[in-house]
């Protein structure tokens, strides 16, 4: 398995603050994702990155900011949180290009937005 | 654009039952078709995946799963389960040519295993 952690696992903010998630790799893979996870919902891709400093949005990405400065590091960075914002976060990877390819998925920070 | 149906949102069954979970997807281009299995407060892991060549398809833990190109259906299948399979499952669908990174997931079934 990819070596993917997510931080911080668990997070409680009020409305209106800025809130960065970080995804960490150790794998070298060069394509990496930021989904959400809600009931009813599966899972929503927010950003993709294919490479550093190269990023594109996804389905849901209103609200969202991402960076990549190194292969390693992908953050999600929420600007001012709303309470839509309240989900799971997954950070995924794949290590080359290719809609083929197997993503690998981080454990998933909680997020609770009040 | 590609969409993923998974017709059950919940299967309960008893342990060593069969169990039969069915995804439908749309797509105007040919596709590529994955299985993810999420166990309890974990992420999403790959079940198995179809590509190309043989429809019916192996994966981990004892599943199956069949793409039908005229039914667009690609169903996960396991002849008889074990308390640890209760999970969700998701079916995930990308567009072969489709110039996109995406993979466009289902909502989800989550599959309860009763002893």
């Known amino acids: 398995d990819a070596g993917i952690t997510q931080s911080p696992r668990h997070k409680v903010t009020e409305t209106g603050t800025p809130v960065t998630l970080r995804c960490h790799q150790t794998?070298?893979?060069?394509?990496m994702y930021w989904y959400r996870q809600d009931p009813g919902h599966g899972l929503r891709l927010i950003h993709y990155?294919?490479?550093?400093?190269?990023?594109d949005k996804g389905e849901v990405s209103d609200g969202y900011s991402v960076s990549r400065s190194k292969t390693e590091d992908f953050l999600l960075t929420l600007e001012s949180a709303t309470s839509s914002q309240t989900s799971v976060y997954f950070c995924a990877t794949t290590p080359r290009t290719g809609l083929q390819e197997t993503q690998y998925f981080g454990p998933g920070t909680r997020l609770l937005v009040l | 654009a590609q969409s993923v149906t998974q017709l059950d949102s919940q299967v309960p069954v008893f342990e060593e039952a069969p169990v039969e979970l069915r995804c439908n997807y749309s797509?105007?281009?040919?596709?590529?078709l994955f299985w993810y299995v999420q166990y309890p407060n974990q992420g999403l892991q790959l079940l198995l995946k179809?590509?190309?060549?043989?429809?019916l398809v192996k994966g981990i833990n004892g599943f199956e799963a069949e793409f039908n190109k005229s039914q667009t259906s690609f169903h996960l299948r396991k002849p008889s389960v074990h308390i640890s399979d209760t999970a969700e499952y998701f079916c995930?669908?990308?567009?072969?040519?489709?110039?996109?990174?995406?993979?466009?997931f289902g909502k989800g079934t989550k599959l309860t295993v009763n002893p």
């Open positions: 995930a669908v990308s567009e072969i040519g489709g110039g996109s990174e995406k993979l466009v």
């Open positions: 797509s105007s281009v040919s596709v590529y």
């Open positions: 179809y590509l190309s060549g043989s429809t």
């Open positions: 794998e070298n893979h060069r394509y």
């Open positions: 990155s294919y490479g550093v400093k190269d990023t």
